[in-house]
C-alpha cells in the first residue's frame, strides 16, 4: 500500500511553494501551456455538442463575472469552468503528460480561470502560474503513480485533485487547508473509461465536472467542516479506488524536482495521443512513396495502451469524439492530407468514402512491453498493392519534450485554434511573459 507521505508531500506542495521559488523553464512552460489551452478552448467554442451544454448550464445560474471562452457570457465561477474545461478537451487538442497518461493543465487551467474573475483583486502573474504549476504537479503525480492499464478517466480523476490545489495554492492554503480540499476531491471524484470506449462526447464532460468539482472542493475546505484525513493513501482513498496496482516508489524524491509541466507535451494534432505516433510513422511513409492509390494494408504495432485507447473501426455513423480515437481513421486522413486537422472531424468529413476505403486497410496490432503506460515505440508496416513492404518506427512523440513543436508550428496551431492571425497574435502577445505583468484578468481581457 502506499505511503501516507504522499498525500503530505502533495499537500505541502500546495502550501508552501511561493511565486519566487518557481524556476524559469517552469514558467515559460506553464506560460506556453495556458497559451495553448486557451486557444483551444476557444476553437471548442464551436464544437459539436457546446451549445446544447451551454444552454443547460445557464439553467443553473446566470449571474455571474467569469467569462466563457470563445463566447460573450459570463457565468458563475463553477458554470464557467465546466464550460471552458469541456470546451478545453472536447477536441482532444489539449496538452499531456505522457507518462502520467492524463490531461493535468486542463481541469487547473479552467478552475484559476474563473477564479481570477470571480476576485475583486488582481492577480499578478507569477502567482496565476504558480498555481498552474502546483495544479499540475498534483495532477501529474498522481497519475504518476498508477502502476496498472486504464481503468478510470485519469484525465477526470486526478484533474479533480489538480484543480483544487491550484486553487488553494492562489488563495494561500496551509497544510490542514490543504488536506481539507483534498478530501474534498476525493468526495467527487469521477471519470470512467467507458465514455472513451464508446468513443462519446461524455469524456471531456467529466473533465468539466472535475474542473468544477476541484474549484468548490477548494470552496468547501475553507467552511472548517471535519473531513477524511487520508484523501489520497487511505483504505478507500483515491489510489485504492481508481487505481488496480500504484506505488510512491522514487515519486516523493522527484516531486517539483523537476516540476512536471516542464515534461508536458503540447499535441499537433486534435485526436487522442494514442494516435499521434503512428499519423508521424504515416506522414513518413508518404515521403518514401506510400499514397492513398498504392497501399494494400498497414499495420501499427505499438504497446498495449495504444490499442487500448484507439484501435477501433471507423464506420460512417461515428461522431467525432469516436472518431478522434480510432486510428485507422486518422492514418486515412494522414495519409490522403498529409496531416490531420479540426475541419477532418466535421460530419461531412466523417463520411469521406475515399477516406473510410482508405481506413478498412489500416489495423492496430500490440507489442507486449511491461510498461502499462508506454507510448511508444510504435512501428508502422505497410504493403503496397505491388507487393513493397516499408515501414517506419517513432521513439518520441511529435510535441513532446525530447522532440518538441517548433515555435512556428506551435504558432500555426493557435492560429488554426482562433482562425485568425490578428486574434491568434492577440493572445501570444498576451500569454508571452504573463509571468511579469499585474494583472492576469486585465491582461487577458479581450483575447479571449
Known amino acids: ?47 459539436p455538442y457546446r451549445d446544447a451544454l451551454l444552454s443547460v448550464i445557464r439553467t443553473w445560474g446566470i449571474e455571474g463575472r467569469c467569462r466563457v471562452l470563445g463566447d460573450e457570457a459570463h457565468l458563475p465561477a463553477p458554470s464557467a469552468t465546466f464550460i471552458n474545461a469541456f470546451q478545453m478537451h472536447c477536441l482532444e487538442f489539449d496538452a499531456v503528460h505522457e507518462a502520467a497518461v492524463a490531461h493535468v493543465a486542463t481541469a487547473p487551467i479552467a478552475a484559476l480561470l474563473a477564479e481570477i474573475d470571480a476576485r475583486n483583486e488582481a492577480v499578478c502573474g507569477k502567482r496565476f502560474l504558480t498555481a498552474l504549476i502546483v495544479g499540475v504537479e498534483v495532477a501529474a503525480t498522481l497519475g504518476l503513480a498508477a502502476d496498472a492499464p486504464l481503468t ?21 492554503f496551509n497544510l490542514d487547508r490543504t488536506h481539507k480540499a483534498f478530501a474534498y476531491a ?71 524536482a523537476p516540476w512536471r509541466i516542464t515534461e ?32 494494400d494494408s498497414a499495420t501499427l504495432i505499438a504497446p498495449p495502451l495504444i490499442n487500448q485507447l484507439v484501435n477501433r473501426p471507423a464506420h460512417e455513423s461515428m461522431n467525432a469524439n469516436y472518431a478522434r480515437l480510432c486510428f485507422p481513421y486518422v492514418a486515412a486522413c494522414a495519409l490522403r492530407d498529409d496531416r490531420v486537422q479540426i475541419k477532418h472531424f466535421a460530419p461531412h468529413a466523417m463520411r469521406d468514402a475515399e477516406i473510410l476505403s482508405i481506413a478498412e486497410k489500416i489495423d492496430v496490432r500490440t507489442h507486449e512491453i511491461d510498461d502499462p503506460s508506454a507510448f511508444t515505440p510504435q512501428r508502422l508496416v505497410a504493403r503496397t498493392r505491388e507487393g513493397a513492404e516499408c515501414d517506419a518506427t517513432i521513439e518520441h512523440l511529435l510535441g513532446a519534450p525530447a522532440h518538441p513543436l517548433t515555435r512556428s508550428s506551435h504558432r500555426n496551431k493557435i492560429e488554426n485554434c482562433l482562425e485568425s492571425a490578428e486574434r491568434s497574435d492577440a493572445l501570444i502577445s498576451a500569454c508571452d511573459g504573463l509571468a511579469h505583468c499585474q494583472d492576469v484578468g486585465a491582461r487577458l481581457k479581450g483575447k479571449l
Do not use: W
Not at 477526470?156 to 491550484?166: D, Q, R
Not at 467529466?206 to 471535519?226: K, M, S, V
Not at 504515416?282 to 492513398?292: A, D, I, M, S
Open 1 to 47: 500500500m502506499p505511503s501516507d507521505d504522499l498525500q503530505d508531500a502533495l499537500a505541502r506542495v500546495v502550501s508552501d511553494t511561493s511565486s519566487g521559488d518557481m524556476p524559469e523553464q517552469a514558467i515559460e512552460a506553464a506560460e506556453n501551456i495556458l497559451l495553448d489551452t486557451l486557444a483551444i478552448g476557444i476553437a471548442g467554442a464551436r464544437s
Open 152 to 172: 478510470f478517466f485519469r484525465p477526470a480523476t486526478t484533474g479533480v485533485f489538480g484543480a483544487a490545489a491550484a486553487i488553494g495554492c492562489l488563495r494561500g
Open 186 to 256: 476525493l468526495a467527487s471524484a469521477a471519470g470512467t473509461m467507458q465514455a472513451h470506449e464508446e468513443g462519446m462526447p461524455t469524456l471531456p464532460i467529466q473533465l468539466a465536472n472535475a474542473a468544477r468539482a476541484g474549484l468548490i472542493a477548494a470552496d468547501l475546505a475553507e467552511t472548517g467542516i471535519p473531513t477524511a484525513q487520508q484523501a489520497i493513501t487511505g483504505k478507500f482513498g483515491y489510489l485504492a479506488l481508481f487505481e488496480s496496482k500504484a506505488s510512491t516508489t522514487g515519486l516523493l524524491e522527484h516531486i517539483a
Open 264 to 295: 508536458m507535451a503540447i499535441k499537433p494534432y486534435p485526436s487522442g495521443r494514442a494516435t499521434h505516433g503512428g499519423i508521424e510513422a504515416v506522414r513518413e511513409l508518404r515521403t518514401r512513396g506510400v499514397t492513398p492509390e498504392n497501399i
